[in-house]
């Protein structure tokens, strides 16, 4: 999957900030089922869902939403979608490698990034 540059630079960006997840909700407990990502697999083709609302506020800082997912493997981001408060469901999928690691994360609007498991 080629992905534009700005994407890319934008994932890494978002790397450096505090990530959350399950096993370290931080300031966000409670928030995990609708923001961790959850990793489906057929064979090789692989589906990141996260279990979040899409909510178009009536001002955009009334908005809610995964702005966007994406998975790192050996520090490359790999594959990613972007998404609006409009979109029906925050849903990535693409081919994974045999024999490479993954990570998945989202990156909420007002929740931050949080990170799934490895697979």
Not at 51 to 71: Q, S, Y
Not at 103 to 118: A, E, F, I, Q, R
Request: charged fraction near 30%; include cysteine.
């Amino acid at each position: 999957m080629s992905l534009p540059q700005d994407w890319v630079d934008h994932c890494k960006s978002l790397l450096t900030e505090t990530i959350f997840s399950p096993a370290n909700p931080g300031k966000w407990a409670g928030k995990e089922k609708g923001h961790t990502p959850m990793v489906e697999k057929d064979g090789n083709e692989t589906t990141i869902t996260v279990n979040h609302v899409m909510k178009k506020g009536e001002t955009e800082d009334e908005d809610h939403f995964i702005e966007m997912v994406f998975v790192v493997s050996e520090d490359e981001v790999v594959a990613a979608a972007k998404f609006t408060p409009t979109d029906a469901e925050p849903k990535l999928s693409f081919t994974a490698e045999e024999g490479k690691s993954y990570t998945p994360y989202s990156h909420c609007n007002l929740h931050g990034v949080w990170k799934g498991d490895d697979f």
